[in-house]
Every structure is written in C-alpha cells, then in structure tokens.
C-alpha cells in the first residue's frame, strides 16, 4: 500500500539537520497517528499458531513471532545509473513485521503457484489453502478503510512541522 507525500524525505532529511529537535517531534507525531493502524494489525495477527507444524521455537516457529512496527526512513535512495529520471520514490514510513512467521503466514498463496519444478521428493507443500483468507491476511486487510483520516491527519503534522522549521529559519535569517 503506497500513499504518496512529495517532499516528504527531503524534508525530514532538512529538518534533521537544520532542527534535530523539530525532527525528533515529527517522529513522534507521526509514530502517534500510525500507532492505531499498527494496533489494528497487531490485534489481527493470532495468538495461537495458524498451521500444525508452526508449533515450535525456530526462525519460523510461531512462538517466535513478532509484532508489526512502524520504521521511520529518510535516507536518500540509492542511485541507479541507468535510470532516466533523477527522482525516485522513497518509503519514509513503513509498516512492516520483524519476524518470520507472520510474514509468511501472511503472504503464503499470493504467486498463486501450485507446481513446482522442483522433484517431487524436494517439493514444499502448499499450505495456503490450509489457512483463512487470501494473502494479506493480517498487515494490510481491510486497512484501505482506515487510511483516509490517516492521510489527512498525517498532512496535518507535516505542514505544521514545515510552518514551526520556517519559523525557525526566519529568527536565524533574520
């Protein structure tokens, strides 16, 4: 799920050097108006292991599971040589699960694969038909009905970081 800020990066990348206390704020806020879409998420993912052979305290062993966070980035994007324009899209706030076996309960079924070329002694069982739902089933279901009071309050907290870092500019100009 992508929601697109222009400037947003450059900004924060501006602001941390320019204002590291205001940066530090806009994280806070942003981390504060996210926080319901990550409880929400968090909430979905179940207690209990999904699959049979999840049972255990492996990489991908359900008692090994971990949450959803919200990671804040605002590093510039690698350069590719090759490509034709100079700007690229870049994930500032992210939502993502740290461990293994959310993700791949989450997203098993989605190539839609059901042969492998592999030999058949080699081959992995396709277990998604064994769990509810399609893939997304926890990070981003139904989250496209949240997202709106999302965006707009997260518009908010950055044109009023912007206004607060240009009245800081201004006393320093000045």
Avoid: C
């Avoid at 740290?98 to 081959?123: C, F, H, L, W």
């Avoid at 396709?126 to 999302?150: C, H, K, T």
Wanted: charged residues 30%; aromatic residues 4%; hydrophobic residues 35%.
């Amino acid at each position: 799920m992508t929601i697109e800020m222009k400037g947003l990066g450059e900004t924060l990348r501006d602001l941390g050097k320019i204002e590291p206390d205001l940066r530090r704020t806009l994280n806070r806020e942003i981390r504060t108006v996210i926080k319901p879409l990550v409880e929400d998420i968090n909430s979905r993912i179940p207690k209990t292991a999904p699959l049979s052979g999840m049972n255990h305290n492996g990489r991908t062993g359900w008692n090994n599971r971990k949450t959803a966070v919200i990671k804040i980035d605002a590093r510039r994007p690698r350069r590719n040589v090759n490509a034709t324009s100079t700007t690229k899209p870049v994930s500032v706030v992210r939502i993502i699960t740290r461990g293994a076996p959310v993700a791949i309960v989450d997203m098993a079924g989605k190539a839609g694969g059901t042969k492998s070329r592999r030999e058949p002694n080699y081959q992995r069982p396709n277990f998604a038909d064994a769990i509810p739902g399609d893939a997304s089933r926890y990070m981003w279901f139904q989250i496209e009905n949240e997202l709106g009071p999302v965006i707009a309050e997260m518009e908010k907290v950055v044109a009023d970081v912007v206004r607060q870092a240009n009245r800081e500019l201004m006393k320093v100009r000045l």
